[in-house]
């Protein structure tokens, strides 16, 4: 089969000759690169993993077996893509930070939501500079990557199941053609774990920051009963954050609140994480995902279809990685 673009995509003028997949190693992702590896795709060029510096550890296991048993003998490049520390640039008041989507407990007793910058920083924006730069653009010394003439554009693969076709979006720019190889082969999700559990796969987790606001009660719990080192991490950060990240309350700008990772806004090491969270503490997020809050998103953090919380702004034209 041929990957076509989505319906609301510019019409290029010339065929795309660079096949380049959004690998977030969840299961849509990792059943695409498994079938471009075994001919049932066109070949990809590269497949493309944002790293927050913060994934869980079974993320980057899965990963890392990906490429060992799938891509490296297809000759498929999985290209580890990163523009910071998540974490270390919350904490850090030398470094910038882009918001997660943490729950604020405002003066007034009334709840709120930071806006979610994170998905675009850290996986959004490189994404699209290693498109550009596989498409020829100028790498400028300061790594900052230019633009692609008006011609040129990619195909960037994004993993989509049949049964969750409305998460489907452009990429926002011109020269990253978002395709979805999964839509148009009508495949469900569960279709796709079943191919993927027919090669050995049948665990292949989510990719999500360890402290990600958005992880259910049951990925809290997984984190504090089998990682214990990256929950005492997530336990920290969420009692270092809780004046807002270290740079702002650096620059005189503190929180006007206090930000919290569960929404129920208590400490993380003494929310109530093994009982489902009560729905008003859920009514910032909206009803489906209320719904979904004790398994999560099963997706995790995808960086052009993620569910969770409201979608962020795309990057836009701009096309000087910031
Ligand atoms: S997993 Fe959560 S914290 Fe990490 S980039 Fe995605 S939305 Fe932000």
Not at 90 to 102: E, G, I, K, V
Not at 190 to 205: E, I, K, M, W
Not at 236 to 246: Q, V, Y
Not at 249 to 257: E, K, S, T, Y
Request: proline fraction near 7%.
């Amino acid at each position: 089969m041929t990957t076509q673009h989505h319906q609301n995509s510019p019409h290029p003028t010339k065929p795309p000759t660079i096949q380049a997949l959004s690998m977030g190693a969840g299961v849509q992702s990792s059943a695409l690169l498994l079938m471009s590896a075994q001919g049932l795709l066109p070949k990809l060029d590269y497949a493309a993993f944002a790293d927050t510096g913060w994934e869980r550890p079974e993320t980057y296991a899965a990963l890392d077996r990906l490429e060992n048993e799938v891509a490296k003998p297809a000759g498929i490049e999985i290209v580890r893509l990163s523009a910071g520390d998540i974490r270390r640039d919350a904490l850090d008041p030398n470094s910038r930070f882009s918001t997660m989507p943490m729950f604020i407990k405002n003066r007034d007793g009334s709840k709120g939501m930071l806006r979610r910058q994170c998905t675009s920083t850290y996986k959004i924006k490189i994404l699209l500079a290693e498109a550009r730069r596989r498409l020829g653009a100028e790498v400028f010394d300061d790594g900052r990557i230019g633009r692609v003439k008006r011609s040129q554009h990619l195909n960037m693969w994004v993993g989509i199941s049949s049964d969750e076709f409305h998460r489907a979006k452009d990429s926002g720019v011109k020269y990253a053609v978002n395709t979805f190889p999964l839509l148009e082969l009508g495949l469900t999700r569960a279709d796709t774990q079943a191919y993927l559990d027919s090669h050995g796969f049948a665990a292949v987790s989510k990719s999500a920051c360890v402290g990600c606001p958005y992880t259910s009660n049951a990925g809290w719990r997984n984190l504090r009963d089998n990682h214990p080192e990256q929950w005492n991490q997530a336990v920290e950060f969420d009692h270092a954050i809780r004046e807002g990240s270290a740079r702002a309350n650096a620059n005189g700008r503190p929180l006007l609140g206090q930000a919290f990772l569960h929404p129920s806004l208590q400490p993380l090491d003494s929310a109530s994480i093994d009982a489902p969270p009560k729905r008003r503490h859920l009514r910032l997020v909206g009803a489906d995902e209320a719904d979904n809050w004790e398994d999560g998103d099963p997706d995790g953090c995808s960086p052009w279809a993620c569910r969770s919380g409201r979608p962020e702004t795309p990057p836009g034209s701009s096309e000087v990685a910031a």
